[in-house]
């Protein structure tokens, strides 16, 4: 029987912990700008209530974050631990994100995914993204901690 799975907003006297675990499990970041705790920190800096936590029995299995500026939404971190995959939480938490994104007005949607991941690419395809021709572009504001 599958357990009954609850997206909420995130809160960070009750969730952090096991999402920076999560985070760590997931995409094991190394480089010092996607530190989850500086991520977080950050998000929640901005404050616009577009993070969220899928929980079953109170133990957080998987994240998204959303973003809008007003002309564009983006999506990310979406995450879902790996006893959790292939049951469609992936999928919840995007249309969960995409719902309040259109609620604040987003009339658009767009995401990164890093070269070469394939199975990526396909769920963002099967949940009905497509890809534009682009060219991502970034630069680090400050340098990389050692």
């Known amino acids: ?6 997206i909420v907003e995130y809160d960070n006297a009750v969730h952090r912990n096991e999402v920076k675990d999560l ?38 299995v998987g994240t998204v974050m959303a973003g809008y500026d007003g002309h564009r939404g983006w999506i990310y971190s979406i995450a879902v631990h790996p006893a959790q995959r292939k049951q469609g939480l992936g999928s919840s938490l995007l249309t969960h994100a995409e719902n309040r994104l259109l609620k604040v007005g987003c ?20 949940n009905g993204f497509s890809e534009e021709k682009r060219v991502s572009m970034g630069k680090r504001l400050y340098p990389e901690s050692e």
């Open 23 to 60: 985070w760590q499990a997931v995409f094991g970041y190394e480089a010092a700008h996607n530190a989850p705790e500086l991520v977080i920190d950050k998000k929640l800096q901005y404050g616009d209530g577009l993070f969220f936590v899928a929980c079953t029995d109170n133990q957080v």
């Open 107 to 126: 009339l658009k949607v767009n995401l990164q995914i890093m070269e070469g991941n394939e199975a990526v690419q396909q769920f963002y395809v099967a």
């Open 1 to 6: 029987m599958r357990r009954q799975i609850e």
